[in-house]
């Protein structure tokens, strides 16, 4: 017999925040990836066109950890015309060193969408200009506004734009940041607007076609492109990798198949490859980041197993310090 603890949405966003040690610990998920032998297979996806549906499953170990995490991740984005959420999910932690089940985490996609967010904060912190005050986002939903939430614990961010397809959401979505964040927001009728001399550009989009165009770049500029996570996802210009300083991945092998960095090699545009390295090997000096101030940086994070692993060991500790949760024997 053995106890498993099983966590409710509630339980977990009692006692997960957006913080700076939810950050470190998806930064230190991205160093272990460079540095130690973590074990992270290929996300196994399947799509169920008939339904406007799709499912991740991503799973990892990193060492050091006591438990390992798989992540059932669905999205089903009609779901909105049933009176449904699009996104929902939940992940399973086991043993490293039994493989026993030890926490079903119902998080309904919170944890996902904590940690996607906490990675766009790595990112800022390593590749952006220390001095970064103005931010573009680019899309109107939730994560943009978690992405400028984790993106003020790293930058002393002062203005932000905001830039989606739909100008009402647009409106009303910078209305609501102005409104909890105290910050001067300006939403933009076009993207020229919105990326015209911003210091950082963040995409969550589930755009098809590419938004960032290699005419919106300008010295200094660091992108975060969070969109692309499916084979056709795409909104980066190809053109734009073959222009910036520094292209940088959270996962080249992912990337390559998923992520900006595969259109970029569809099209033909990147003739050297040599110089494309990944998040953690800046993070650990393994390769260099930004090197000066009037260099061009894009991100290109396609979500790893690593950082649900990382994500889920945290979440569970804090919910267990807190007495959260519900024991039952198996």
């Not at 292209?247 to 998923?258: E, G, I, K």
Request: proline share 5%; with cysteine.
């Amino acid at each position: 017999m053995t106890d498993i603890t099983l966590l409710s949405e509630a339980d977990l966003r009692a006692c997960v925040a957006l913080d700076l040690p939810s950050i470190d610990a998806i930064e230190q998920a991205f160093v272990l990836l460079a540095t130690a032998a973590v074990a992270m297979p290929p996300i196994l996806r399947l799509d169920i066109p008939e339904h406007n549906g799709e499912v991740d499953v991503k799973t990892a170990y990193l060492p050091g950890l006591e438990r390992f995490a798989i992540k059932v991740s669905p999205g089903f984005f009609d779901n909105p015309k049933l009176g449904l959420p699009s996104l929902n999910g939940m992940m399973m932690l086991l043993s490293a060193r039994t493989g026993v089940l030890e926490a079903l985490l119902l998080d309904n996609g919170y944890l996902t969408a904590v940690r996607t967010a906490a990675a766009g904060a790595v990112a800022a912190r390593a590749l952006s200009r220390a001095d970064s005050r103005s931010v573009a986002l680019i899309g109107a939903g939730e994560q943009a506004a978690l992405q400028l939430q984790a993106l003020r614990l790293v930058r002393p961010i002062e203005h932000v734009r905001v830039w989606a397809r739909d100008s009402a959401k647009s409106v009303a979505f910078g209305n609501e940041l102005a409104r909890d964040s105290g910050l001067m927001v300006t939403a933009c009728a076009s993207l020229d607007e919105a990326m015209a001399d911003v210091d950082i550009a963040i995409t969550c989009t589930p755009s098809r076609d590419p938004l960032i165009e290699p005419h919106h770049l300008r010295p200094g500029l660091h992108i975060t492109a969070m969109g692309s996570d499916a084979e056709h996802k795409n909104e980066i210009a190809p053109q734009v990798l073959a222009r910036v300083d520094r292209y940088v991945a959270d996962r080249l092998s992912q990337t390559r198949l998923l992520g900006e960095l595969h259109h970029a090699l569809a099209a033909g545009a990147l003739a050297d490859e040599s110089g494309l390295v990944e998040l953690g090997q800046v993070l650990s000096g393994q390769r260099p980041g930004r090197t000066e101030a009037s260099q061009i940086t894009l991100c290109d994070l396609t979500g790893t197993g690593a950082q649900d692993t990382a994500m889920a060991n945290l979440a569970f500790e804090r919910a267990r310090s807190a007495g959260k949760g519900f024991q039952f024997a198996s």
